[in-house]
């Protein structure tokens, strides 16, 4: 018999022994089953039902007469804390911490678990010295992104960019443009303090670890225009047109300045022309429109908007335009077009911008969510009503 007829003959085996394993792994698992106390199944009911209060003195019981389970013990201290009963979560995890048979990874585990109630009690100092025990291992990038958000609480934002540098190296995946943030909070400080120089060369910094981040450009700009070197800031600016076109809008405003100063408005307009082509969002939009009313006319001025109608669905800004207009622009006044842009900028601010994350509206763009505290969650352009 060849080679090929033997595998043939081998098929039927393999089932066999596949189907033996299986039976094997179905009895154990029985086996285990049975063991488990009927109690650990009511409290595991109880979370599914999502009744957490029931599920806690269920399993808060359960523990206390399997004193050795060391996962149970976990298990109920997670519960205590995400129930928001921080001093009794500290207790179960203390006492973990007071055991002598704990593995390595167990203790480090357990150090995490006592570290992360006392950041949740807002006893940071006691939170800091337990998380940088955790130590390296499978607990640290948990530690370390406790650490980076206890320090960001705290705006101890030096001791920020080294942990997320540290994070960075302990997972692989990159941190920049968190570091970029957390640079840029730097620089806001230098700048408060009147110390433009340090301000910039932290600005710089953020820059080189993500040279993508919008923030930096966007701050960058504005220290150089607040110091009259508005050719620097224009140029600072015109970066965010490859990386972050839509950020334009936040600046849109300190643009036209900085071209007023240098007399180069027109030169303005053409550019918020292309880059409305590119990104037809509703504050580069206004801001192009008014523009081109100041410097071309009313009649060129609703030729543009017209154009800007056919490449958007964002009628926000547009609506109130298209009511008045009707297709006559003869009839419009210089008064009425004020009032025009006037509806279409309160229409605007009525408006706001959006987080992404967790959906929380607000006046004014943040680079980071009031409510999620989640960095770059705000769309750069501000949200209108329109289709
Ligand atoms: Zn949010």
Redesign the pocket.
Known sequence: MDFENWWLLAFPSFFLLGWLAAKIDVKQLMNESRKIPSTYIEGLNFLLNEEKDKAIDVLAKLSVNEPDSVELQFAVGSLFRSNGEIQKALAVHQGLLDRPDLTNAQRSRAVLAVGEDFFKSGMYDRAEDFLKRVGSGEYSPHALRLLIDLYVNQNEWHRAVDVANQLQFATGRSSSREIAHFMVEISALHRAGGDDVKAIDWLRKALKAEPSAPRPRVMLGEILKSQGRYLEAIHEWSQLESESVSYIGLVADALIECHDKLGTKIQCLEKFKQLAELSPNHDLLIRTFKLSVELEGQEDACDLSRNFLKRTSDLGWAIPLLDLIKNDVAEVSKADMDLLIEMATKYRQDEGYL??????RAHAHYWR??????WD??TPASISKGV
């Open positions: 987080c992404d994350s967790c959906g929380f969510c009031p409510a999620c505290r989640l969650t705000y």
